[in-house]
């Protein structure tokens, strides 16, 4: 049984920072991404890692977040710099098989105010 467990989500002033946390198991992943949902928003992509090495980012992310991955244990990690108030949705972890089965995590908020 896949399972994606997220944390590291909460409150943060603005230039804040904060972790976030994906761990995969029940497979062999060779992608792993977060997206993010803001109300009244479309889910979007944030930043995406494929197991050949490499990550991707979206511009508005670009210097400050920072996607790394941890193989053997299934786990990908956002660390988030900078933070802005317009950082402020959802985060979710997705996680696609080799099969190109795709999976979501439940999601963790994450709020930017002062």
């Known amino acids: 049984q896949v399972q994606l467990v997220e944390s590291g989500g909460g409150l943060v002033q603005p230039g804040g920072s904060l972790r976030l946390s994906c761990a995969a198991s029940?497979?062999?992943?060779?992608?792993m991404a977060w997206y993010r949902q803001a109300p009244g928003k479309q889910r979007e992509l944030v930043a995406s890692?494929?197991?050949?090495?490499?990550?991707n980012y979206a511009d508005s992310v670009q210097g400050r977040f920072t996607l790394s991955r941890d193989n053997a244990k299934n786990t990908i990690y956002l660390q988030m710099n900078n933070l802005k108030p317009e950082d402020t949705a959802v985060y979710y972890c997705?996680?696609?098989?080799?099969?190109?089965?795709?999976?979501w995590g439940q999601g963790t908020q994450v709020t930017v105010s002062s």
């Open positions: 890692s494929s197991s050949g090495g490499g990550s």
């Open positions: 997705y996680a696609r098989t080799l099969r190109l089965t795709g999976y």
């Open positions: 029940g497979n062999i992943f060779s992608f």
